[in-house]
């Protein structure tokens, strides 16, 4: 079975500066990696995916995330963080017809 | 707007009583799926369907049903024999239904499910 896991149950940064939440995955083959975001009692909003080709793949508000299959990793970026992005993401792999989920980091953003 | 409407978003059940979850989308999708969520668990798969009037058991389908009548719906019966039904229950649903696509998953806005 595929699997993700995210290292950081929570990630704290500062309004302006650089923002990575970590994911590492376990498959066997070629991995589609997906990124969501949640805010509080929402669903989840898609942000960018991985399917094969470059290695920094850019979504949604700014986010990117890089693909490293020597690490087994799929880190997700913003070069500088907002106060908005405070809220709860999850790192996701495509496993047979289901998605497979980490178990979510919380993101802070101070002003 | 397309999108997927989940009803309602807080729902009580008195111990020993069937609730029905509501999941409908107008996304033309084919797959449609339901999770429950934990503090803490990140999201663990309940149902899916792939193509109307059939369906599969996810990891913890225990104590749910579902029914896959028409492609625009998809609800999720939360049974007596669900004994820790307190959740955050959340519905998807994707455009292709084969194995390993790569399409991503687009989700309501779940139903929070408490006990009396």
């Known amino acids: 079975a595929q699997s993700v896991a995210q290292p950081e149950d929570q990630v704290n940064v500062a309004e302006g500066n650089p923002l990575t939440v970590k994911c590492t995955y376990s498959?066997?083959?070629?991995?589609?990696l997906f990124w969501y975001v949640q805010y509080p009692n929402r669903g989840l909003q898609f942000l960018l995916k991985y399917i094969t080709g470059d290695n920094l793949v850019k979504g949604s508000y700014g986010f990117e995330a890089e693909f490293n299959k020597s690490q087994t990793s799929f880190h997700l970026k913003k070069p500088s963080a907002l106060v908005s992005d405070s809220a709860l993401y999850f790192c996701?792999?495509?496993?047979?017809?289901?998605?497979?989920f980490g178990a979510g980091t919380t993101v802070t953003v101070r002003a | 707007d397309g999108g997927i409407t989940q009803s309602p978003k807080y729902l009580f059940r008195k111990e020993g009583q069937n609730v029905t979850l509501s999941c409908e989308q107008n996304?033309?999708?084919?797959?449609m799926y339901w999770y429950r969520q934990d503090p803490g668990q990140g999201l663990r798969l309940i149902y899916y369907?792939?193509?109307?009037?059939?369906?599969q058991k996810g990891d913890i389908a225990e104590g749910y049903s579902v029914s896959r009548e028409k492609k625009e719906s998809f609800p999720l019966t939360v049974t007596s024999a669900q004994k820790n039904p307190t959740a955050f229950y959340l519905c998807?649903?994707?455009?292709?239904?084969?194995?390993?696509?790569?399409?991503?998953?687009?989700f309501g806005d779940g139903t929070r499910l408490s006990i009396l």
């Open positions: 996304l033309n999708h084919d797959a």
């Open positions: 998807a649903s994707s455009i292709a239904r084969r194995r390993k696509s790569n399409q991503p998953q687009h």
């Open positions: 369907s792939q193509i109307v009037n059939d369906f």
């Open positions: 498959v066997s083959g070629n991995p589609y």
């Open positions: 996701a792999v495509r496993d047979d017809y289901k998605l497979s």
